[in-house]
């Protein structure tokens, strides 16, 4: 039974375009077609709590318990947060703080597993029956299972399905575009997925509550195309398949509805407020893991690859593991990487440390030689425009960068700091080899700590009014009973006065009458 709910009203043939943009060599060859191999369980796990927008989650383990694969192991905190299960059984050896796979190397609190080579399940999550079940009863579910948006976002992906809830909705945009260079995860899920990723698709239409289901995927991807056009005729799913041109930033979801929408998003919204909700292909997937086989978010598909890696694949990992044992399995370093990167070369963060776990949101991990890489020397700014031609937001990176080189954050923000999503076309295409995008997300990072300063501060300055305000109330309030105490205390006075005053004259007057007799 198809659980897909309506015919579309989008004309398969017809896309838009987006202003700007790049085409950078692509150098998916390298693992196009490497099949997607298992990685044997590695020798330690590390599960930062943190792998996802919003809070971190709570542990629910100990140093020295006895976990079992897909067991919770960290509850989701607040109405945007995520769920945390173990990959696999073991024993928990640390809970604490260690090095995050994040540029800025700071600690996140980790839960350290050693594995018993078991791999033991322990209760699974109740298969869920889609056909059956409510929008609220899969989105629980998918909450349950911890799953977040597996294209890098990391947005939890029931909070995603939640949305119908808030805006009206009519399209689930299955991102499959993949255009950052070197990774082909996504494709090979497809090449070898794509029933699963369209179930998934299916089930998360079905907890949206949308009309059409569109499954966009870049041209250079024909293998994945056929596998998919396969499986949609062979199930009957009320499903379309977009071809989209190979473009960078096409895999940005702004950008993506725009190409198949002709709908822009406005700067800082949601395209939710377009009625479009965009998932990643692997999100899919792990969508359909959860509600028919009952597995949590525990494992993920990634790429490997690079020069400087001995042998690129693409690999299913547990979440946890570290990079060193993943290079290790791919034979190791053939020369000192000129950058190791988490992700891809366009948008992927600098991995600090070879021991680096990678989480939930982790498609690749490059190693990138000499060759591979453009580290030259960086030049003054000459003005020739190129980074305003290639900008898919329109902005002017050259007038970014120099408003935040000359500390002018607030100046940076109005010509549209804010709106930059740090894609790196700017820094690609500029012949100065100035690093325009890393200069403009550590300005984001320096005005978002000025914000969230300047809001400890105005919440410490409203608290202390508060202080003020209720001490002096409660002064007031001291001096109206003390006011109110001398006035009861002086009327008594008076009462006692005029009695003795009574006494007094009754006293005289008797004193007068028996005087006469």
């Known amino acids: 039974m198809s659980i897909f709910p309506f015919a579309g009203r989008f004309d398969p043939a017809r896309l838009f375009s987006f202003k700007g943009g790049v085409h950078p060599e692509t150098r998916k060859f390298l693992t196009s077609d490497c099949a997607i191999e298992d990685m044997p369980l590695p020798s330690l796990i590390r599960v930062p709590l943190q792998q996802h927008i919003g809070l971190e989650a709570a542990p629910l383990v100990e140093r020295g318990d006895a976990v079992l694969k897909g067991q919770l192991i960290g509850k989701a905190c607040g109405p945007v947060s995520a769920n945390i299960h173990a990959p696999t059984s073991g024993r928990v050896i640390a809970v604490g703080h260690f090095t995050a796979p994040h540029p ?23 298969r869920l029956r889609p056909e059956d ?26 909070v995603k399905l939640n949305l119908r809830a808030k805006y009206d909705l009519d399209t689930l945009v299955i991102n499959a575009a993949e255009c950052e260079p070197y990774l082909t995860c996504d494709d090979r899920l497809m090449r070898e997925r794509a029933e699963e990723i369209a179930d998934g698709a299916g089930i998360m239409a079905k907890a949206l509550g949308v009309r059409d289901i569109i499954v966009a995927i870049e041209a250079n991807k024909p293998e994945a195309l056929a596998a998919l056009e396969r499986h949609k005729r062979a199930l009957g799913h ?26 822009e998003t406005p700067a800082r919204a949601l395209t939710a407020e377009l009625g479009v909700v965009v998932h990643n292909a692997a999100t899919a997937h792990a969508v ?64 600090q440390s070879p021991r680096v776990p990678i989480v ?67 820094s690609f295409t500029c012949p100065s080899n100035r ?49 109110k105490r001398k006035a009861e205390m002086a009327a008594k006075k008076q009462r006692e006065a005029e009695a003795e005053a009574l006494v007094a004259e009754a006293v005289e007057a008797t004193s007068r009458k028996e005087a006469t007799k």
């Open 104 to 126: 800025s190397g700071l600690p996140v609190l980790t839960i350290t597993i050693r594995p018993d080579g078991r791999d033991e399940w322990g209760p699974r999550l109740p």
């Open 133 to 158: 079940a409510s929008p609220e009863e899969i989105a629980a579910h998918i909450a349950e299972a911890g799953i977040v948006g597996m294209g890098g976002a990391t947005f939890p992906a029931a």
């Open 238 to 263: 009320a499903l379309k398949i977009r071809v989209v041109p190979t473009q960078y930033p096409m895999g940005s979801e702004r950008h993506l509805v725009k190409t198949l929408t002709g709908r």
């Open 288 to 351: 359909h893991l959860a509600c028919r086989y009952g597995e949590p978010s525990i494992s993920r598909v990634l790429t490997v690859s690079g020069r400087g890696v001995a042998r690129p694949a693409n690999l299913r990992v547990l979440i946890g593991t570290p990079v060193a044992e993943i290079l290790a399995h791919c034979g190791g370093l053939v020369e000192e990487p000129e950058r190791l990167l988490m992700g891809g070369p366009m948008m992927g963060q600098p991995i």
């Open 435 to 483: 690093p325009l995008v890393q200069t403009i997300q550590h300005a984001k990072g320096r005005l978002a700590e000025r914000d969230s300063r300047k809001h400890q501060q105005d919440q410490a300055r409203r608290l202390a009014e508060a202080r003020t305000a209720r001490l002096e109330a409660i002064a007031e309030a001291k001096r109206a009973a003390m006011a």
């Open 360 to 426: 939930k949101g982790t498609n690749g991990v490059l190693a990138l030689s000499a060759a591979e890489t453009r580290e030259k020397d960086v030049m003054p700014c000459i003005r020739c425009g190129l980074c305003v031609q290639v900008c898919p937001m329109g902005l002017t990176p050259f007038e970014l960068n120099t408003r935040v080189e000359a500390g002018d954050l607030d100046g940076a923000a109005r010509v549209g700091l804010l709106d930059c999503i740090n894609c790196g076309c700017c």
